[in-house]
């Protein structure tokens, strides 16, 4: 499974010393459940075998190691994840892990485009800021989808 390798590498969920914290944005309704935080060392919710919070951990979180840009409608992928090669590479094989992601991911911005459109760029701000991001090498998502 490629997303196996993310409970031994971690580096998502976790700053270096020295590096700036990193803004965990949430949607408005994690905001609600979790109030707020920022990743200054390793995040409150990092557990022994990865997220402690299961299918309720932030959509950023579930996103990443991919950035949505609400603008030009595509996705990115951040550079120092060391799936990235693996991942790239399995997009083209319908029902592989990464195909599954970027759909699963895909149908929540769009949802996301019409609920909460002020997340979708407010995390894209903080991802370019952070992240060295790669454009993925798919189409953009159709624009009749948009609100």
Excluded: W
């Excluded at 979180?61 to 409608?73: A, E």
């Excluded at 895909?106 to 949802?111: G, P």
């Excluded at 997340?119 to 159709?142: H, S």
């Amino acid at each position: 499974m490629l997303f196996d390798h993310c409970a031994e590498c971690r580096r998502c969920c976790h700053t270096e010393q020295g590096q700036a914290p990193l803004e965990i944005t949430l949607t408005a309704s994690e905001s609600k459940r979790l109030g707020e935080f920022c990743l200054d060392g390793n995040c409150q919710y990092l557990g022994n075998s990865g997220c402690t919070l299961g299918e309720q951990k932030p959509f950023s979180c579930s996103l990443y190691p991919l950035s949505y840009n609400p603008k030009s409608r595509s996705f990115s992928f951040d550079t120092e994840c060391p799936l990235m090669d693996t991942y790239f590479g399995q997009l083209s094989t319908p029902g592989s892990d990464a195909s599954e992601h970027l759909a699963r991911m895909t149908n929540k911005v769009e949802k996301l485009e019409k609920q909460d459109p002020n997340f979708l760029q407010t995390n894209y701000e903080i991802d370019v800021d952070y992240f060295d991001l790669k454009k993925l090498p798919t189409k953009p998502l159709n624009r009749s989808f948009q609100k």
